[in-house]
């Protein structure tokens, strides 16, 4: 026993000192930083076209500005990019500017430091607000009456997408399919299905990560609540006869096997294997070669018209990091960057709606050119976002939990599951 | 040069020394400091890279803690047991931890059998057992990464597992059915480490005398009762090691629910602890409840394995 | 050890009357290689699929396309590799093991002989911390790592950010310290008696000897850093520092979904990342025989 207590001991004194080697990370003066020019560096998405956007205007600032130099690195896209951001942040390692900023994760970014306020800059608050309308406050801080930390950028809006060739095959109108309504929705898919056009109606990713619920309960909910976020003021809103009933419909679609329990090994779309799917306007560069394909607005239980429909705009925005020691070159290159003429080229290589006003009549060429984008810049300016809390992945992630038992795979009822998961929420939320 | 060459002769190390007492540092350092030097980078890397981190992960594990950006003040108050009760009163994570139970349930016994019968198989044949070792080896000098693409095609719902399988394939299939996510999780991980565990036993077989076998024989013994009574006891220091090591890299389970089946499988049946330690502490900024996962789960790791050697010790 | 009397009472019910029935025993051997050989290629089945799969247009996952008779494309790896850059996340790849296996082997092997042969204060709590580092999971020391190597020591995006939580892997200083261990200490008396120092000791008797437990080690250790991709992942923010496991980590979890006919693709960057292994595995599997580290986990 003697041995033991002091092999324990050895072993605690062997540890001691290096608990105290921790301290050496040193924060940035905010002050001067904040008047300062020079270098900076920026993070985009390794998604191909938004950084061939990214590296053209960092050359164009670059031409202009020899001694404020923009350097662009990559953060990888997907579900592993907030964990890498969350990672710099604490350990200081942050560019100067992010623009691959998730606005679920952004308030515990916010809440750690890292994030530098963008309305301390001159003519910053005046940039973003005329840039975004009205929209633009649902990403402010306290319910949209403070600064920004986040300059709203970029929206997918999210929308219903089928292939024509399915449709026919199956009998239905591929030119005016009308599927606004939950019931026709059921009946098409049960068609498709039956009528052995395809293997399945809609194939929604059905794993549990915290985002999968943005491409398929959420924006039926936003379209079906006329904009009502998963949480208002300090409340969830889920568990109500709209939420029920939009989680009832998927249940339906899980139990009647219309749309698989298992991921798709490939992509559905492309293949054939299903007949539509939820996607934003990046969806048109993907299967422009490869199917012939339709857009219409996501249905709702009683159909709602189109010109009303609104739905997840799946944004995301820049932010600056504290650690930056050149902010203002920093805020300069940002609002470079999503001035009229850079947010156009913005919609012109990635096909991506830049988040700002009136953007069809801001860009009639393109739109002419592209009438596929049309119906997204028209439904672009009809979103709604996540809501603005703190720890809003445990917050997806617990509701895609609780969606998973009930909806996908059928184990609980969806009123017990939804009711007891939000009453859990509730109680993060509250803290 | 002359220097060394004048002090050598008065400190002559190899010659034995009259019995007087040890310099001081001798008794700090013990007999052969020398140990201490070569240790050292080992020790270095420990604490820096283990100890510390570790001894972090337990401090926070008792405060209200959040990550925060280098300079920025924030809150860390003790809050005692709190992230205790909080994960141990989560269902998710006690589901994790019984799921990981029944990987371990499957997994070690399976390991353990397998890899001891495949070992003295292989021990009793003379030709071909290279080629044998080969093929049981590869996928243990795989990365799982690559594995993992080849496993989710085969087992998909119109893999090749359930087109052989026909009509008896399982619905929902293996990867998204509550009940196979996990058995097929262990199934994966069985194939992929057994080739460590034949090669351990392989190993220890050596040192068990080929006379015993014949003598045995000489006895009249069949196969069977020579593998019961001689292979099964001459290896059981290795079986321990075998049985620890399974335990503990079990246990340890990531990457397998992490990209086999993406976020945790169906309705979080293949949810492991470390994964919730991923998710909570680097997805969801909550390292307080990540660590106490983690130190729930080193505890019991350790339980585990002392149990396993005093099972193996007795029997 | 076995009981005398046990085995004097087996065999009533005839399993194994060896001596007096020679073909018996042929066909008991017989039927033992046949079940080995099943289960070979049960192992290494999935291997013949990825490599099969990663030469054809459009990999199925059906019967029929386990023989395919046309259809081979090298466009698979094309895709890939225009998407990963398969060479330089290989080069990154060996790097990064490369590192690790020269940190283990060096620092590794001195530990595990101070660990066994040397009589130092500390010896035995170093022991204890070893065996108890094993059993915490690395997911949960992540984030304060990162904080200390890519914001204390600022080596994010370095070889050196990578390499460093793994540079010395515990179960081959273990394997290190079992195998000195169990070399007599005979032969270490006689160089001491000789006038030896204990540097020299290392280095003309335990050095040499320990070859065979290092093919053990470079065994165990080479498939960590092979195969990690979330450390590596999180450390490099340029794409081209990253090893292969990342990318098609990455790739696997991100990017299949959006893609037509990832299955190919995935297939070439498996084959990619598994097939020089086993080449190189095979090569030199005769090192990997099972002496060599027989004395590794005698006691």
């Known amino acids: ?431 | 040069m002359t220097t060394s060459t004048s002090v050598a002769p008065t400190s002559t190390p190899g010659l034995p020394r009259p019995a007087t007492r040890d310099p001081w540092w001798r008794r700090l350092l013990g007999k052969q400091p020398l140990g201490l030097g070569m240790s050292l980078p080992y020790i270095v890397f420990l604490a820096l890279v283990m100890a510390y981190p570790l001894g972090y992960a337990v401090y926070i594990s008792f405060f209200d803690y959040v990550f925060t950006a280098p300079g920025v003040h924030a809150d860390h108050p003790f809050v005692g047991l709190a992230n205790y009760r909080a994960v141990l009163s989560d269902p998710r994570v006690l589901d994790s931890f019984g799921n990981i139970a029944v990987f371990l349930v499957i997994n070690v016994p399976l390991t353990v059998i397998l890899s001891m019968v495949l070992a003295s198989a292989l021990n009793s044949l003379t030709r071909w057992t290279a080629a044998f070792r080969v093929a049981f080896y590869v996928p243990y000098v795989t990365a799982s990464v690559s594995l993992i693409g080849v496993w989710m095609l085969m087992f998909s719902d119109d893999g090749l597992v359930n087109s052989l399988l026909g009509p008896l394939a399982p619905d929902p299939s293996w990867l998204v059915n509550s009940h196979l996510a996990m058995p097929s999780i262990a199934l994966f991980v069985t194939w992929k480490q057994l080739g460590f565990y034949v090669l351990l036993y392989l190993a220890a077989l050596q040192n068990v005398p080929r006379e015993l076998y014949e003598s045995a024989q000489v006895d009249g013994a069949g196969a069977v009762q020579r593998f019961r009574h001689i292979t099964v006891p001459g290896v059981r220091s290795a079986t321990l090691l075998v049985l620890v090591l399974a335990i503990i890299t079990g246990s340890n389970l990531f990457t397998e629910p992490y990209l086999l089946t993406s976020g945790g499988g169906p309705d979080g049946a293949s949810a492991s602890p470390v994964l919730l330690i991923y998710q909570k502490g680097i997805q969801q900024g909550n390292p307080d409840l990540a660590s106490a996962i983690g130190v729930i789960l080193v505890i019991l790791v350790g339980l585990l394995s002392l149990a396993s050697t005093r099972l193996t010790k007795e029997d | 050890m076995p009981r005398d009397s046990d085995s004097v009472l087996v065999d009533e019910d005839g399993t194994g009357t060896g001596q007096r029935h020679p073909a018996r025993r042929r066909r008991a051997r017989i039927l033992l290689y046949v079940v080995l050989a099943i289960v070979a290629l049960l192992f290494i089945f999935p291997f013949y699929f990825m490599a099969v799969g990663a030469f054809q247009k459009d990999p199925t996952t059906t019967l029929s396309s386990l023989a395919p008779t046309g259809r081979w494309t090298l466009s698979n790896f094309a895709t890939i590799n225009e998407r990963l850059g398969l060479l330089r996340a290989l080069a990154n790849s060996l790097v990064f093991t490369a590192g690790v296996l020269a940190g283990t082997l060096v620092f590794g092997l001195a530990a595990g002989y101070a660990l066994a042969r040397l009589n130092w204060r500390g010896r035995g709590a170093l022991f204890v911390i070893m065996l108890g580092v094993q059993m915490v999971p690395f997911q949960l020391l992540m984030i304060p790592l990162y904080v200390q190597i890519a914001g204390n020591y600022g080596l994010g995006d370095t070889y050196a950010g990578m390499i460093l939580p793994s540079l010395i892997n515990t179960t081959a200083v273990f394997i290190f310290r079992q195998f000195f261990r169990s070399l007599p200490e005979s032969i270490f008396e006689a160089a001491r008696i000789d006038g030896a120092s204990e540097l020299r000791v290392l280095r003309s008797i335990a050095i040499p000897m320990v070859r065979p437990a290092i093919a053990t080690v470079v065994l165990i250790t080479f498939i960590g850093p092979w195969n990690e991709f979330l450390w590596p992942f999180l450390i490099t923010k340029d794409s081209s520092m990253q090893p292969l496991a990342v990318a098609l980590a990455n790739y696997i979890s991100n990017v299949a979904g959006t893609v037509a006919n990832p299955n190919g693709a995935i297939l070439a960057g498996a084959c990619t990342l598994a097939f020089p292994v086993v080449i190189l595995f095979c090569l030199f599997q005769r090192y990997f025989t099972a002496s060599d580290i027989g004395a590794g986990i005698k006691g």
């Not at chain 1, 662009?72 to 896209?77: C, D, G, K």
């Not at chain 1, 491409?215 to 609540?225: G, K």
């Not at chain 1, 119906?375 to 917050?395: C, L």
């Open chain 1, 1 to 431: 026993m003697k041995t033991l207590t002091r092999r324990t001991l050895g072993a605690a004194a062997l540890t001691l000192p290096l608990a105290l080697s921790a301290c050496g990370r040193s924060a940035v003066d905010a002050r001067a930083a904040s008047t300062s020019r020079g270098p900076i560096s920026i993070w985009i998405s390794t998604n191909e076209q938004e950084l061939a956007w990214g590296k053209a205007v960092a050359k164009a600032w670059n031409a202009q500005h020899g001694d404020q130099e923009v350097t662009v690195q990559e953060i990888p896209a997907g579900s592993s990019s907030e964990e890498a951001i969350t990672a710099a942040i604490v350990a200081g390692t942050t560019p100067d500017l992010i623009f691959n900023i998730s606005p679920a994760a952004l308030p515990d970014w916010v809440r750690a430091g890292g994030l530098v306020d963008l309305t301390t800059f001159e003519g910053a608050r005046e940039h973003i607000e005329s840039r975004g309308g009205s929209r633009a406050r649902n990403y402010a801080e306290d319910e949209g009456r403070g600064g920004y930390y986040q300059l709203p950028w970029k929206s997918n809006p999210v929308m219903l997408m089928y292939n024509r060739k399915i449709f026919e095959k199956a009998g239905l109108d591929a030119d005016h399919p009308g599927l606004d309504t939950f019931d026709a929705f059921l009946d098409a898919s049960r068609q498709i299905v039956s009528s052995g056009a395809s293997g399945s109606a809609i194939w929604p990713t059905p794993t549990s990560d915290f985002y999968q619920p943005w491409s398929d309960f959420y924006p039926l909910y936003l379209a079906q609540t006329h904009g009502t976020r998963l949480i208002e003021d300090g409340r969830t809103t889920f568990d109500s006869p709209d939420g029920l009933a939009v989680a009832r419909m998927w249940r339906t679609m899980y139990e009647e096997e219309l749309a698989p329990r298992e991921q798709s090994t490939d992509d559905a779309m492309t293949t054939g294997a299903t007949a539509m799917q939820l996607a934003g306007p990046y969806a048109i560069a993907t299967y422009e070669d490869a199917i012939d394909y339709g857009f219409m607005p996501v249905p709702t239980v009683d159909g709602i018209p189109a010109a009303k429909t609104i739905t997840y705009a799946d944004s995301k925005n820049v932010s600056l990091c504290s650690t930056s020691r050149n902010r203002l070159t920093a805020w300069d290159f940002l609002a470079f960057a999503t001035g009229e003429e850079w947010d156009g080229k913005l919609l012109e290589t990635t096909g991506q709606m830049p988040l700002r006003e009136d953007l069809t009549s801001t860009y009639p060429d393109y739109f002419e050119k592209n009438p596929d984008y049309t119906s997204f810049a028209d439904q672009a300016d009809r979103v709604a976002d996540v809501p603005y809390v703190s720890g809003g992945i445990e917050i997806w992630q617990r509701f895609r939990d609780a969606y998973s038992g009930a909806v996908i795979f059928g184990k609980d009822s969806v009123t017990d599951a939804f009711a007891e998961v939000s009453r859990q929420i509730d109680a993060l939320v509250k803290e």
